[in-house]
């Protein structure tokens, strides 16, 4: 067995050894709930484990609890209470209550070693939020129509290299891609050139998320320390780029993302220092590039599985031809509402965060849809399992089947269903500032191979593998293909 098993394997034993110690601690009776009048119910050791050996870790584990619990229900792990929120009509506090009610607290730890002590999750919260406020500002809408040719040059330039005909794995090539797109539009001209190593850094850093590393993100493990390798590289790299673009006249300054954090200054008037800049550029990279790639792999599993919606993402990128010719600009991107609607749809099912996670400070009361209410005390980890309500047939019809109709107009099941039905991208105060980014990068993706390659999924459709915590497709995703010249 090698050291990341090992560790997965001392990762679960821990949480059952925690569970017994609970459960003897406590002394309970074989009552799988305790419940009190307004408290939520509570999920004891032998429930847990019952669900975990019966459905395994991941969407599955938690729909059972749901299944046997209802929407509102605390897990103890570890002394930990975890209460989770199903469905959208008991969402509304996580997503819309003040910082100092609920906040993301430290239930992101296993970010600091990623990102660095400086920033986010490394900081208190006033300081985070003026971060995360640099970063919004430097990504504005105003901003975007200028990284459609970039990303255009960097999606032409990817696929040159693919023959007249051959057989890939969509996963690893959509994976490089968007780290060639991430270091053009969000790191600076100054990385292009050193491509390969920056994959290399932050492939080392995606894979330090993963279950061990979110219960012990300080535990030495091969994969923890290769990750703090990276990070310690990562930050030496972009220190070098800050120091030298700052050493450079106002007249030779970048028109970028790097370029606009380098810039921005707190309410203080203190200007950003060199570790802050590189943890917001690591941040950023990380939060574009994993989500997308996620996002565009899960696109081509289902569209290339699924003919009618294949058909119809064609027959609107023929409709583009005929009106744009070779003109496909950043107007022809919004048109493309179909292609559109099937990343939502991806993103429905395959969501890149499954989870979204809150500290409660101060005590809240939610009622669910049967009318029941309960108090969640202050001090508790609050969760929204997104991936779960996502599935909910009373939001939306037939939930396992892939459907982008559900959100085209007159059907809109996720408006129908109440704010926050669809939530791949968050909602209110942390809200994702990089959604339309986000949906414009993997468009560009998708256009170009929709109009320049016929192709066909050769491996079975992949199971969803959670141990990277995100739900990514496992193993490889083979893909034939050939070239072809989509005409109106
Ligand atoms: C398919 C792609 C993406 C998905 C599914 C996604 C999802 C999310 C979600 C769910 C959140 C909220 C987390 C929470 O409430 O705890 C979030 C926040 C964030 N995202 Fe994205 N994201 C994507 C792409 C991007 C891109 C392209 C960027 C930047 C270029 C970005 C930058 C951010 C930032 C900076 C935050 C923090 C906002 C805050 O805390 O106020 N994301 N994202």
Redesign the pocket.
Same mark, same amino acid.
């Given at each position: 067995m090698d050291m990341e098993n090992v560790a997965t394997w001392f990762t679960i034993a821990m949480f059952l050894i925690t569970l017994v110690a609970i459960k003897i601690a406590r002394g309970k009776t074989s009552s799988h709930i305790l419940s009190t009048r307004s408290r939520p119910p509570s999920v004891n050791a032998i429930a847990l484990l019952y669900s975990l050996f019966r459905k395994g870790f991941g969407l599955p584990f938690v729909h059972d609890l749901y299944t046997r619990f209802g929407s509102v229900f605390t897990i103890n792990l570890f002394g930990a209470n975890i209460t989770l929120l199903v469905g959208p009509n008991i969402s509304a506090h996580l997503?819309q209550g003040l910082e100092s009610e609920i906040s +993301?607290g430290n239930l992101n730890d296993l970010t600091i070693p990623m990102f660095g002590q400086e920033v986010l999750y490394g900081v208190d919260t006033a300081i985070r939020s003026e971060q +995360?406020n640099f &970063?919004?500002d430097a990504?504005k809408l105003s901003q975007l129509r200028s990284f459609i040719d970039p990303m255009f040059e960097e999606v032409e330039a990817y696929f040159v290299k693919w023959g007249q005909d051959g057989m890939v794995d969509l996963k690893h090539e959509l994976d490089q891609l968007l780290m060639f797109i991430s270091s053009r539009c969000?790191l600076g001209y100054e990385l292009h050139a050193m491509h390969e190593e920056i994959y290399s850094l932050f492939h080392e850093l995606e894979k330090g998320v993963n279950i061990v590393s979110f219960f012990f993100p300080y535990f030495p493990t091969p994969t923890n320390r290769r990750r703090d390798k990276a990070h310690a590289r990562l930050k030496e790299i972009f220190s070098t780029i800050v120091r030298s673009r700052r050493s450079l006249c106002s007249s030779q300054a970048q028109e970028d993302v790097l370029q606009r954090l380098i810039d921005s200054k707190y309410k203080d008037g203190r200007s950003v220092t060199e570790e802050e800049i590189s943890g917001m550029m690591i =941040?950023?990279t990380f939060? =574009?590039k994993r989500? $997308?790639a !996620?996002?565009s792999i899960w696109t081509g599993a289902r569209l290339l599985s699924n003919t009618e919606s294949l058909m119809a993402a064609l027959k609107e990128q023929m409709h583009i031809i005929s009106k744009y010719q070779n003109q496909i600009g950043y107007d022809a991107f919004l048109e493309m509402d179909t292609l559109h609607r099937c990343i939502k749809e991806t993103?429905r099912m395959h969501?890149? =965060?499954p989870v979204?996670? *809150?500290k409660a400070h101060e005590t809240f009361r939610v009622q669910t849809k049967e009318g029941k209410e309960y108090d969640i005390p202050g001090g508790h980890n609050v969760v929204i399992p997104?991936a779960l309500n996502h599935k909910l047939p009373c939001i939306y019809k037939d939930p396992e089947a892939y459907d982008p109709d559900r959100f085209a107009l007159g059907r809109e099941e996720d408006k129908v269903g109440g704010k926050y039905s669809f939530? $791949?991208? /968050? /909602?209110g *105060? !942390?809200?994702?500032? /990089? &959604?339309s980014?986000?949906y414009l990068? +993997?468009k560009v993706i998708w256009s170009h191979l929709l109009r320049n390659f016929e192709s066909k999924i050769i491996s079975p459709f992949p199971k969803t593998d959670w141990r990277n915590l995100g739900g990514e497709p496992k193993g490889k995703l083979m893909i034939s293909y050939k070239r072809r010249q989509l005409t109106c």
């Open positions: 997503f +993301i +995360i &970063m919004v990504l969000l =941040a950023l939060a =574009a989500t $997308s !996620h996002t993103l969501t890149p =965060a979204l996670f *809150r997104t939530t $791949s991208f /968050g /909602g *105060r !942390h809200f994702c500032p /990089g &959604m980014f986000a990068q +993997i």
